[in-house]
């Protein structure tokens, strides 16, 4: 693929731009492409694509229209955190998207650089994902399938998100051979040399399948864990089988990333080193805090999804259990896309000048070894955050909130999080319980504001630099405290009223499911927050904290755009308790 025409060759293999749709489309009648989310579902995206100005990954005209299950997927700016951590790495090369649906990786794609060829069977979502990448140069969109793509075109990168479990169904073979082994011998056939596989997919023994989410493809719960998947229908692997099915084509050299919740809308990507755990950091909080951002939560948990977590991560099982895999595949280890940081955390549903990655690294990485001299005996590990925004050119914002990003190196201790979780799991928890766990908190929050705890009463007043200091950001190790990742700063200063509500509210909302309380005790967040509030000092009524609701509704909107939830609605949503499985 040239430079200087990198789609020309396509009107020498049949196809021809379509006017209307900005699609490549093929010569002579294809049959209707079996996969899709419906016409209106696919007639409504459209529209809304074609209807926004900014069509960018990070476009909150996009975003505003996300309405449902569909919407989301297609138009949600998490989707393209599965590629973000390749960002760098994707600029300059030819890529070939096999099943791109309705453009959103596609966009991505194009955004960081590559020469993007998108193959997408259904006509009408090519269409889509057309009209999402029309100012993009660097970007085709072909209305084609794999098994009909006529070209001996070898690509730097292909990539299969989320498509090789539907290869039984939508991929032809021989009478005797698997699709999967087929469509995964046709990927290598399209590879230059150099070239490498980037292949997404859930996997059937992820944790939260066990703990009660239904499997994705067929909505039914434990379909994969007890291996109901048939010769004819889809189909996902564990880690064993899927390592071997791609030596099996030729792919042997692997690299792996861990997305949570899932491939689907990840919030974070953890690397093979993270979940290998010789790193000796505790990054269960990273994974706990995705739990609540998976939007395919299931209607009863039947254990803590982020209890669990801590175990798995802790016995090195992160790998085997993660919910889904993306995996890097090549013949040769050398064409794979380097592991640039432990971890990835990304913070994209926000307004665009304030979307951010957070990311783990190593500040004190290894010197490359030369042949030539002896080799320097290998360095410790100083592991460092680093913060960086995500569209540094969006215009700043005129807001009375300033993000302020800033590189650390890891703190010790614990998140002062995790602590809430171990006490909303233990049987016949109670406010009072809750309310010893957020006094902590409390003590911690005076020493960093220089005052005695006694001078922070309901109506003082605070820095507005303290509007993170909540309790999801403070590192407890031993009688120490530190808080972390205190993001915003809020001019003019901050009501402490206001920052106990946030603190208190963020942290049970981040809660995706709790053991049974106490006899008698309430788990609906207006009256579990009051009774908190007294246990610590703070006699309320409903009006004081309806005030402190309106503050921090104003914050999230600052932040997010759109509406957060309303008073009412919130001060009424219980914490989900799980049953009694005895």
């Known amino acids: 693929m040239t430079e200087a025409a990198p789609f020309a060759w396509l009107s020498t293999r049949g196809y021809r731009l379509d006017a209307e749709t900005r699609c490549w489309l093929p010569a002579g009648d294809r049959p209707e492409f079996a996969y899709t989310d419906g016409d209106a579902?696919?007639?409504?995206?459209?529209?809304?694509?074609?209807?926004?100005?900014?069509?960018?990954?990070?476009?909150?005209?996009?975003?505003?229209?996300?309405?449902?299950?569909?919407?989301?997927?297609?138009?949600?700016?998490?989707?393209?955190?599965?590629?973000?951590?390749?960002?760098?790495w994707l600029a300059g090369r030819s890529v070939l998207e096999i099943g791109a649906g309705c453009g959103a990786l596609t966009r991505f794609l194009g955004e960081a650089g590559a020469r993007v060829l998108a193959l997408e069977g259904s006509p009408r979502r090519a269409a889509v994902a057309a009209a999402r990448c029309a100012d993009l140069d660097n970007v085709a969109v072909v209305a084609e399938t794999l098994q009909d793509f006529p070209t001996a075109e070898g690509f730097d990168l292909v990539t299969l998100v989320g498509v090789l479990e539907y290869a039984r169904l939508l991929f032809p073979a021989g009478a005797d051979a698997d699709p999967v082994d087929a469509m995964l011998a046709r990927v290598r056939e399209l590879l230059a040399p150099g070239g490498a596989l980037l292949?997404?997919?859930?996997?059937?023994?992820?944790?939260?399948?066990?703990?009660?989410?239904?499997?994705?493809?067929?909505?039914?719960?434990?379909?994969?864990?007890?291996?109901?998947?048939?010769?004819?229908?889809?189909?996902?692997?564990?880690?064993?089988?899927?390592?071997?099915?791609?030596?099996?084509?030729?792919?042997?050299?692997?690299?792996?990333?861990?997305?949570?919740?899932?491939?689907?809308?990840?919030?974070?990507?953890?690397?093979?080193?993270?979940?290998?755990?010789?790193?000796?950091?505790?990054?269960?909080?990273?994974?706990?805090?995705?739990?609540?951002?998976?939007?395919?939560?299931?209607?009863a948990w039947l254990f803590s999804l982020e209890q669990a977590w801590r175990a798995v991560l802790r016995n090195r099982l992160g790998g085997d259990l993660a919910n889904s895999f993306l995996v890097a595949a090549a013949p040769a280890a050398a064409a794979l896309p380097p592991a640039t940081a432990l971890a990835h955390h990304y913070a994209v549903e926000r307004r665009p000048q304030f979307a951010k990655?957070?990311?783990?690294?190593?500040?004190?990485?290894?010197?490359?070894?030369?042949?030539?001299?002896?080799?320097?005996?290998?360095?410790?590990?100083?592991?460092?955050?680093?913060?960086?925004?995500?569209?540094?050119?969006?215009?700043?914002?005129?807001?009375?909130?300033?993000?302020?990003?800033?590189?650390?190196?890891f703190a010790p201790g614990r998140l002062w999080h995790g602590r809430l979780l171990e006490v909303l799991n233990e049987p016949g928890w109670t406010a009072a319980e809750v309310a010893a766990w957020a006094a902590v908190w409390l003590e911690h929050l005076a020493v960093h504001a220089g005052l005695p705890r006694a001078d922070i009463g309901w109506d003082a007043r605070l820095d507005g630099h303290l509007l993170d200091a909540v309790p999801r950001n403070l590192m407890v190790d031993g009688a120490a405290g530190t808080f972390i990742d205190l993001e915003w700063t809020l001019d003019g200063g901050l009501d402490f009223a206001h920052l106990f509500y946030r603190g208190l509210m963020l942290?049970?909302?981040?809660?995706?499911?709790?053991?049974?309380?106490?006899?008698?005790?309430?788990?609906?967040?207006?009256?579990?927050?009051?009774?908190?509030?007294?246990?610590?000092?703070?006699?309320?009524?409903?009006?004081?904290?309806?005030?402190?609701?309106?503050?921090?509704?104003?914050?999230?909107?600052?932040?997010?755009g759109g509406t957060w939830i309303g008073f009412g609605e919130l001060l009424l949503h219980p914490l989900p308790v799980r049953g009694n499985l005895a």
């Open 357 to 409: 990655e957070v990311a783990v690294r190593d500040a004190n990485p290894p010197p490359r070894r030369r042949l030539w001299r002896r080799t320097a005996a290998p360095t410790t590990p100083r592991w460092r955050v680093d913060s960086r925004r995500l569209a540094p050119a969006a215009a700043a914002s005129d807001l009375p909130l300033r993000q302020q990003l800033t590189d650390t190196e």
């Open 507 to 560: 942290s049970l909302l981040g809660v995706s499911s709790c053991a049974a309380p106490a006899r008698g005790q309430p788990i609906d967040l207006g009256t579990l927050f009051l009774q908190i509030a007294a246990r610590c000092g703070y006699a309320l009524s409903a009006a004081d904290v309806e005030v402190c609701h309106a503050a921090e509704r104003r914050i999230q909107h600052w932040v997010h």
């Open 199 to 299: 292949l997404a997919i859930e996997n059937p023994l992820g944790l939260k399948y066990f703990a009660g989410c239904a499997e994705d493809h067929v909505a039914e719960t434990m379909f994969g864990i007890e291996d109901r998947y048939r010769p004819d229908g889809v189909v996902t692997f564990g880690r064993a089988e899927l390592g071997a099915r791609l030596a099996a084509a030729g792919l042997g050299a692997t690299r792996w990333w861990y997305p949570f919740p899932d491939y689907k809308l990840p919030v974070a990507v953890l690397s093979e080193a993270a979940v290998a755990g010789d790193h000796g950091l505790d990054l269960t909080p990273l994974v706990a805090a995705t739990v609540t951002a998976d939007p395919q939560l299931p209607p």
């Open 41 to 88: 579902v696919e007639a409504a995206l459209l529209a809304r694509v074609r209807a926004a100005e900014d069509r960018s990954v990070l476009s909150p005209e996009l975003s505003a229209a996300v309405t449902d299950w569909p919407s989301r997927y297609h138009l949600s700016p998490r989707r393209a955190n599965l590629l973000r951590p390749f960002a760098a």
